[in-house]
């Protein structure tokens, strides 16, 4: 009778979840340990699926804290190589606590080499005036593919910012200089 009530739970039993994996989920994502652990399990050890909870549940964070007001943040400058080409850009945040962290200066020089290389004129298609044609793709920086992984959007990265932050992201203003524009 126990060997089969042995074989009954080997049958049911979910897959192994290893801290190899938790650590694989959370350095891919910069979502705490316990999440990715509990993702894993919903997930039943499936990666893929796990990595999709945890980016639709970092959406609905960054839903909720976008009414929060950002005052905080960084103003970086990007020159690129030769100096023929520059940008800055104005990221708020909510406390300065977060916008002296690590995480939080990697986004804004990222964003600022995207500013620099990619050349977009608004911040988002929200600022685009009435009656003017765009491609926001193109054009608003928030819609742009990010240049360092094509398949997520800028706005994908400050929502997976916002998501490790806990904390409003915004990004306010931004200027590009070349030499003969």
Request: negative net charge; aromatic residues 4%; hydrophobic residues 45%.
């Amino acid at each position: 009778m126990l060997a089969k009530q042995r074989i009954t739970n080997e049958e049911t039993l979910v897959p192994q979840i290893t801290v190899k994996d938790i650590q694989a989920l959370r350095d891919e994502t910069g979502v705490g340990i316990m999440e990715c652990k509990r993702a894993l399990e919903q997930a039943n050890g499936d990666f893929e699926k796990a990595r999709s909870a945890l980016h639709a549940a970092g959406a609905a964070v960054a839903a909720k804290k976008a009414a929060r007001v950002a005052r905080d943040g960084l103003v970086v400058s990007y020159i690129h190589s030769g100096g023929r080409i520059g940008a800055l850009i104005e990221v708020n945040c909510e406390t300065d606590f977060v916008a002296r962290t690590d995480g939080f200066r990697a986004l804004v020089h990222n964003l600022a080499m995207q500013v620099a290389a990619m050349a977009p004129k608004f911040v988002s298609s929200d600022e685009v005036p009435a009656g003017v044609q765009v491609n926001p793709e193109e054009e608003c920086l928030l819609q742009q593919p990010f240049i360092k992984d094509p398949t997520r959007t800028i706005q994908d990265i400050i929502t997976e910012e916002i998501a490790r932050t806990g904390e409003n992201i915004k990004v306010r203003r931004i200027v590009r200089f070349a030499l003969g524009e």
